[in-house]
């Protein structure tokens, strides 16, 4: 079964820090461009990062440019999103897919994904 499982979220200050794991089941992650989406509470969900999978390039929305880095471990078959400096507007939950970045396109079916929350 072809899966994506996100990890790694939590209760977290502002602006602290957490990385968020993609890892891939029954799916090879390289293979695909793998994006970053988030959705809040009463809130459309929204992409927040990608990296392209021919040359890792990366793409970020404007509202987490130079806090948070997306990156790809090919051997584990994961891609991370480190994010630093959370702020509240940061609150969602994070999911992970194939897609094909700067698109709507999404390749694979939507996770759990993994709930970060950032509150004092």
């Known amino acids: 079964q072809v899966q994506l499982v996100e990890s790694g979220g939590g209760l977290v200050q502002p602006g602290g820090s957490l990385r968020l794991s993609c890892t891939g089941s029954g799916f090879i992650i390289n293979s695909y461009a793998i994006g970053w989406f988030r959705q809040a509470p009463g809130k459309e969900r929204e992409g927040v990062s990608c990296i392209s999978s021919s040359d890792g390039r990366t793409y970020y929305a404007d509202s987490v440019k130079g806090r948070f880095t997306i990156s790809r471990d090919n051997a584990k078959n994961t891609v991370y999103l480190q994010m630093n400096s959370l702020r509240p507007e940061d609150t969602a939950f994070y999911y992970c897919?194939?897609?094909?970045?700067?698109?709507?396109?999404?390749?694979?079916?939507w996770g759990q994904g993994t709930q970060v929350t950032v509150s004092s």
């Open positions: 897919a194939a897609t094909r970045c700067q698109s709507n396109l999404v390749f694979t079916s």
